[in-house]
């Protein structure tokens, strides 16, 4: 099983960057599609951007054109830049392969946008 660790979250004002990264255990890149989530309080986890072993992404609604989804193979990392942070972008932010294996998700990172 592959362990995943996200960081880079924290408090920031609105209209703020943050810059969340996620790194796996092992080297699984080349073969997976990664993805991030978030889980604002008493909201279900919704899918924010996924990027494939190519490179090519997709993004929800609420989110195209402020956040970039990325990856660096050789680091077994991927990277979510949020621009034009919004209050209602704050949640706790996951990464995670696709599929997901057997319901495991790592302990997330926190993003705050305050008003």
């Known amino acids: 099983q592959v362990q995943l660790v996200e960081s880079g979250g924290g408090l920031v004002q609105a209209g703020g960057s943050l810059r969340l990264s996620c790194r796996a255990s092992r080297s699984i890149f080349s073969f997976k599609i990664m993805d991030w989530y978030r889980q604002a309080p008493g909201k279900q986890r919704e899918l924010v951007a996924g990027?494939?072993?190519?490179?090519?992404?997709n993004y929800a609604n609420s989110v195209k054109g402020r956040f970039t989804i990325s990856r660096d193979n050789a680091k077994n990392t991927v990277f979510l830049q949020m621009n034009s942070l919004k209050p209602e972008d704050t949640a706790i932010y996951y990464c995670?392969?696709?599929?997901?294996?057997?319901?495991?998700w790592g302990q997330g990172t926190q993003v705050t946008v305050s008003s």
């Open positions: 995670n392969q696709r599929p997901v294996v057997g319901n495991y």
């Open positions: 990027i494939t072993y190519a490179g090519s992404t």
